[in-house]
């Protein structure tokens, strides 16, 4: 996809704008054309520089998240999920909570908004946890034959979209920190 140069400010309203869309109206009632009006630009603009409506919304969820899970490193297993705990935004975290799931919920239709989901929002994070893992192996607090290392991202997302499920309640960070010490952790033998 041809892309043009947009400034870092820019490019942060129009993404900002496409939130703002995604929690008013939902995914699936998200036009290009309703961001079009929203940021002062074109749809033949949009399209040029991210190609379609799930590129777009991807990259805008993408452009929100301002924690990397590669980039704790305490020493500890523990330490690491607490840092990158630590970091999160509690207001942010619960209006990405409900943003995550709606998108999450349309992606079960849309081959197109999952496939970028997964390339440009899961597979880095993935990568991040799984260095956050090896560290822990490397450093013998979990073992390398853990059964349970495969399943730590299942058990991350499950935390994160299915508190509103059971509980009716968005996650927050006291949630996220005793899940990862009274779940996860353990699941690991650490």
């Known amino acids: 996809m041809a892309r043009t140069r947009l400034t870092p400010e820019r490019e942060g309203e129009l993404y900002a704008a496409v939130l703002d869309l995604l929690r008013e109206v939902g995914y699936d009632a998200l036009t290009m054309d309703a961001v079009a009006a929203r940021t002062r630009s074109s749809k033949a603009t949009l399209y040029r520089q991210w190609g379609s409506k799930p590129q777009l919304v991807v990259r805008a969820l993408q452009h929100d998240k301002t924690v990397a899970l590669a980039s704790a490193d305490t020493g500890s297993l523990r330490g690491d999920f607490h840092a ?105 033998g650490v």
């Open 84 to 188: 990158v705990l630590d970091l999160v935004d509690p207001c942010q975290m619960e209006k990405d909570s409900a943003l995550l799931r709606g998108v999450a919920h349309a992606a079960h239709g849309n081959p197109d908004l999952l496939q970028a989901l997964r390339e440009l929002l899961l597979e880095p994070e993935m990568s991040g946890l799984d260095l956050m893992l090896r560290r822990a192996v490397e450093r013998g607090e979990v073992r390398p034959d853990q059964p349970a290392l495969k399943y730590v991202p299942h058990m991350l997302v499950g935390a994160y979209m299915t508190r509103w499920l059971i509980e009716e309640r968005p996650v927050d960070h006291t949630y996220l920190v005793d899940y990862v010490d009274s779940v996860i952790l353990p699941a690991l």
